[in-house]
């Protein structure tokens, strides 16, 4: 995937501790399901199928506020090129506000090795619904805006996804296992638009969340065509947070 790719999906489901921290003490979080803490940071692995090199995502909380029942965050994301860890390919700041409503994220980032940029993404993106409404069977639906330039070429999407609480099974990574994940399966369409051109993909999702944690696991599938992509990105660690 392109750095902006894996940029894009950090934004949504981005923070996910292990299991070791689920029963500790705790300030109640705006949000269970998208904990939000000043230090914390957790390192994702995402695998492509048919690709050997892996790509590695760090995401770290950089600062909190909560006023008016409103929390708002800042969370700064490092993304390496597939197969080399230690060279960052991506950097993206990810605005978090969350509410009695759900969580809203906005995304400001730009890929590039060096200190060269090579392409920028500004996306809207709807986050999550309020933590008392995800339990099994429950639906729900939101809209995205993504908008990047790439090469000198812009590219909108504007997406409509449709998402379902299946069930809570277990379901295991390299950071542990989670024995009460909610599994949430969702379906988006896009509509892609560069200048006059204008297509139509399909993204299917799949991913786990743990109350109290975060995501720890999604696997993901766009469709476009006659063409296929998997990808698998899962929890590899987690620090900070003053815990």
Known sequence: MHPLGLILAAAVF????????AADAAAPECNAFFPLRPD??????????????KMRRTITVQSV??????????LQQQVSLPGQPDVIAGTATTRARCDASGVALTVDGSAGVGGEASGVIKAKLPGLPAESDLKP???????????????GSRVVAQGARGSRVERVESVTVPAGT????????SVQTLTLKRG?????AKQEVVEWLVRGIGMVKRETRVSQGSNAAVSTEELLSYSGGGR
């Open 196 to 200: 006059e051109d204008q297509r139509y």
């Open 40 to 53: 914390l940071r957790w390192v994702y692995e995402e695998s492509a199928a048919g690709a050997a090199a």
């Open 14 to 21: 981005a923070l996910a501790p292990t299991t070791s921290f």
């Open 178 to 185: 989670f024995p009460d994940a909610l599994r949430i399966a």
């Open 137 to 151: 069977g429950f639906t729900w639906r939101g809209e995205s805006e993504v908008e990047t330039m790439d090469a």
């Open 65 to 74: 506020s909560t006023a008016d029942g409103v929390t708002n965050a800042e």
